[in-house]
């Protein structure tokens, strides 16, 4: 591991009116896009959120007044959570054009950061980014699963291939993350129109034969299921809730496409088709006798088709959750890059798979370790009502942390005063808090997993970000001031033809890699650079402000390179961008040092000792500063350097 390890945040600019990059074409081809990519998990709840609503509690009896309440919930949730928490105001609190828990902690930071409160706001979003991992373990497994369930709806006979088909399916999934999405992604929107159409249509030939379903649009009878059933209706809350599980990857994919075009996404398209489907599920639920109405709500998604049409349906829709766990597997690798380039992360390696998109990136450890978990939950849960089970306590555990940080939002950015924000933000937690505390109980049938998950990446996370905090502070409290050791080490070593860039994690002292090439090579070459690259708390850093170059005198340089959280740093790359730094770099004539810090016992250790085994066996199997900043393999140099923490 080099010194340049995990870079440092930087202040930058808010860019709150938030224009994101590479939001080319017009609105309405963006709209389009942001169908296929941004909208499957949410667009492939209604395979199982309904059904599960009255299969999750069993004493919810399938009548009319049930019905319109269950129906009246989903509604409303969709249109608080999503419509008006999500798309309508946190889509406000983009980052230059960025959405997601890291991206709206890293601008709460620049505001509050220093205040007593701020390393609270930092482990809420760094919690909710935790949860995410257990979110993308399990979206993947229930989606497939539920829409190769379909196959029983089609022939009962085909029951035992469910799970061997659907494990082959995941498999293929995640092996072809490798390769790139490019080609693939070109399918992904025109595939998703054809669902969103075919369900709303579906939806629309019930709701034509029972049109008193409407009335599930006024909030009363939502009202109703709770007076008349009190508790059974707040447990029903677990299950409604995954009619909007979603919500929290449609902020974070804001960044691909722009909050503009995603609203009209939203409620011009897919919001009008979803509660079709939902309004059309509870019509053909309410217009059956009871004894048949109990079949069919076994699975009444697939049942909405005529029998001719349900094996098409199939194939539809697990072509649709395909694409949702694509994109729930990408989100994955784009937060985890953002933790990386944030510092709570260490580097891991990144292959880009598409030269013309930066945002395309494959990181292996991730995508295997990803497979494991999902073929694990699925021989493990055997069907997607189990695993309902275990859904939903991570989504609304980020949900209603985003609430909260909401709230730091309104005070601390757009300096609302607390009398305003108090009563909006007590709403939406009252509404988040009911959704997470009925999902609370799931924990002894599975909601055990993603909380277990969450726990162990909050860990892990945070351990690392003390870990390298620690250890730079030993590293500064030894450092060298480079204007002395440069007047010092001019005439006691050696000079050589060629340029020298050692790797430092700070902007000041000389790097442990510097002071060991000069006490066993004793030489120094003719330009000797101190690089450091920074990575700022905004998404994007314009080129103009990349570089920043300081000459010291004696042929030593203090170079900085600048980069968002979203960019990749390319070094060799950013070099080129400088115009001036005693000369152009010649790569066949520049050799770059790094550092490999290994860790020693301390007699005061700055944290538990089982966190520091933790951070070290981190810091063992960490991917090589040579591959995270695209050094030329053949030029580089490793020094190794002890450190206690």
């Not at 942390?401 to 108090?422: E, H, P, R, S, Y």
Request: charge should be neutral.
């Amino acid at each position: 591991m080099s010194e340049a390890n995990a870079p440092e945040a930087t202040p930058a600019h808010d860019g709150a009116n938030g224009h994101g990059r590479g939001h080319g074409g017009s609105r309405t081809a963006l709209a389009v896009g942001a169908i296929g990519i941004v909208f499957g998990d949410i667009g492939t709840s209604p395979l199982y959120a309904f059904r599960e609503t009255f299969a999750g509690a069993a004493s919810i009896a399938i009548d009319r007044m049930h019905v319109l309440g269950v129906v009246s919930l989903i509604f409303w949730s969709m249109l608080i959570v999503v419509s008006i928490q999500y798309v309508t105001i946190l889509m406000r609190a983009d980052n230059k054009g960025q959405g997601g828990s890291l991206a709206l902690v890293a601008l709460l930071s620049r505001h509050i950061g220093r205040s007593k409160y701020g390393w609270l706001v930092v482990l809420l979003g760094v919690f909710a980014t935790s949860l995410f991992y257990g979110d993308s373990m399990i979206t993947p497994a229930i989606s497939v699963l539920s829409a190769v369930e379909g196959l029983t709806v089609v022939n009962p006979g085909l029951d035992p291939l469910v799970i061997p088909i659907a494990l082959v399916l995941l498999v293929f999934l995640f092996i072809l993350q490798s390769r790139g999405t490019a080609k693939v992604g070109a399918l992904f929107a025109p595939v998703m129109i054809v669902y969103f159409v075919t369900i709303a249509l579906l939806g629309a030939n019930q709701i034509l034969q029972n049109p008193d379903i409407l009335w599930a649009l006024n909030p009363w009878y939502a009202v109703q299921f709770f007076l008349t059933d009190g508790v059974i209706a707040f447990l029903a809350l677990g299950a409604v809730v995954l009619a909007v599980t979603g919500s929290e990857a449609l902020y974070s994919d804001m960044g691909h496409f722009g909050r503009g075009p995603m609203r009209l996404s939203w409620f011009g398209f897919v919001m009008p088709c979803l509660l079709l489907n939902y309004f059309g599920q509870g019509a053909m639920i309410a217009g059956l006798p009871p004894e048949q109405a109990a079949e069919v709500v076994r699975n009444p998604f697939f049942l909405l088709a005529s029998e001719e049409y349900r094996l098409p349906l199939v194939i539809l829709a697990t072509l649709a959750t395909f694409i949702a766990s694509q994109a729930v597997i990408s989100g994955a690798f784009s937060i985890t890059h953002q933790a990386m380039q944030l510092g709570f992360m260490p580097r891991m390696t990144i292959r880009h798979t598409s030269e013309t998109e930066a945002g395309q990136i494959y990181i292996p450890v991730i995508n295997w370790a990803l497979m494991v978990a999902v073929i694990l939950l699925v021989l493990t849960f055997q069907n997607s009502s189990n695993l309902a089970a275990a859904y939903g306590i991570a989504v609304t555990g980020a949900v209603t942390i985003d609430t909260l940080l909401m709230g730091v939002l309104f005070i601390g950015v757009w300096k609302w005063k607390w009398w305003v924000a108090a009563p909006v933000v007590i709403f939406f937690l009252i509404v988040d808090g009911a959704y997470f505390a009925a999902n609370l109980v799931k924990i002894p049938d599975g909601g055990w997993f993603p909380l277990v998950v969450g726990l162990a990446a909050f860990t892990l996370l945070t351990t690392w970000a003390r870990g390298r905090k620690l250890m730079r502070e030993r590293m500064h409290e030894t450092a060298l001031p480079i204007e002395i050791f440069a007047k010092s080490a001019k005439n006691s070593a050696t000079r050589v033809p060629g340029t020298a860039i050692f790797m430092a994690s700070q902007t000041a002292g000389v790097p442990s890699a510097l002071l060991h090439n000069i006490k066993h090579n004793k030489v120094l070459h003719e330009r000797v650079v101190i690089l450091t690259v920074l990575i700022a708390d905004a998404p994007y850093v314009d080129e103009n402000e990349r570089c920043e170059i300081h000459d010291l005198g004696d042929g030593f340089y203090r170079a900085v390179l600048h980069y968002g959280f979203m960019q990749e740093t390319n070094v060799p790359q950013g070099l080129k961008e400088m115009e001036r730094c005693g000369g152009e770099f010649d790569m066949m004539h520049t050799s770059f040092f790094l550092s490999r810090q290994t860790l020693l016992p301390s007699d005061k250790p700055g944290m538990p000792i089982w966190r520091e085994k933790i951070f070290a066996w981190m810091l063992r199997n960490a991917a090589t500063a040579m591959d995270f900043f695209r050094l030329p393999t053949n030029r580089v140099v490793e020094l190794g350097s002890q450190v206690e923490i």
